[in-house]
């Protein structure tokens, strides 16, 4: 069993000031972490992902997530908003399971940037 | 190269019909799901299909849901006698396959919007 939670439905930052966007999960296997942003009217995109390398995973667009086993976390963080930013961002677990690939996506955190 | 597409874009029905929902994943990907994403809430699984066979279908939520992929590269997704609780966004992704065991990273479409009266 896995599941996922976005401890944010909404987040409110100003622009120029640091994002961090949370996400805590449970496994019964080693799992794959991922970030994927969504903008209005716009497909999912991937913004970067853990599959057990280096526990702090830079993306794009300045994102980058640390994976912590100890806390079931993979927090997302950005030094300096933008206002391209705006946009709703969703955590998601991954693990194999009997030869395939279960996938669990979080309920989402929508980023609002203050101008 | 192409992403992955889907069509139509959006999709209006009436209560009780039957749509087909259609999905061209990236050129050489042998994994491909199906999600359901509900106004303001996260992607849903349905369907995850690895070459022609649905590995997964555990997400499929009645049996009015259907779906194939019969020469393991364009997929469709059936719904029969549609409800208005069907109404959403329906997302397909590809992935290139799971290395093993590593989950591998998932292309999404832009999604069908269904609407059902």
């Known amino acids: 069993a896995q599941s996922v939670t976005q401890l944010d439905s909404h987040v409110s930052v100003s622009e120029g000031t640091p994002v961090l966007l949370r996400c805590n999960y449970s496994?019964?296997?080693?799992?794959?972490l991922f970030w994927y942003v969504q903008h209005p009217n716009k497909g999912l995109q991937l913004l970067l992902k853990?599959?057990?390398?280096?526990?702090l995973v830079k993306g794009i667009n300045g994102f980058e997530a640390e994976f912590k086993k100890s806390e079931t976390s993979f927090h997302l963080t950005k030094p300096s908003a933008h206002m391209s930013d705006a946009a709703e961002y969703f955590c998601?677990?991954?693990?194999?399971?009997?030869?395939?690939?279960?996938?669990?996506f979080g309920t989402g955190t929508k980023l609002q940037v203050i101008p | 190269g192409a992403g992955v597409s889907q069509t139509p874009s959006n999709k209006v029905t009436e209560k009780g019909k039957y749509v087909e929902l259609r999905c061209d994943p990236i050129?050489?990907?042998?994994?491909l799901y199906w999600y359901r994403q509900s106004l303001g809430q996260g992607p849903e699984f349905l369907i995850y299909?690895?070459?022609?066979?649905?590995?997964?279908d555990s997400g499929l939520p009645n049996d009015r849901f259907f779906a194939v992929r019969p020469e393991g590269s364009v997929s469709t997704l059936k719904i029969q006698r549609t409800e208005r609780g069907d109404s959403a966004v329906y997302l397909c992704?590809?992935?290139?396959?799971?290395?093993?065991?590593?989950?591998?990273?998932?292309?999404f479409g832009p999604g069908t919007r269904l609407t059902v009266l």
């Open positions: 992704a590809s992935s290139l396959n799971m290395l093993a065991g590593v989950p591998d990273t998932q292309y």
């Open positions: 496994s019964s296997y080693s799992p794959s």
């Open positions: 853990y599959t057990s390398a280096a526990t």
């Open positions: 998601v677990v991954s693990a194999s399971s009997r030869g395939y690939q279960k996938v669990t």
């Open positions: 050129s050489g990907h042998t994994a």
């Open positions: 299909f690895q070459g022609t066979g649905a590995a997964d």
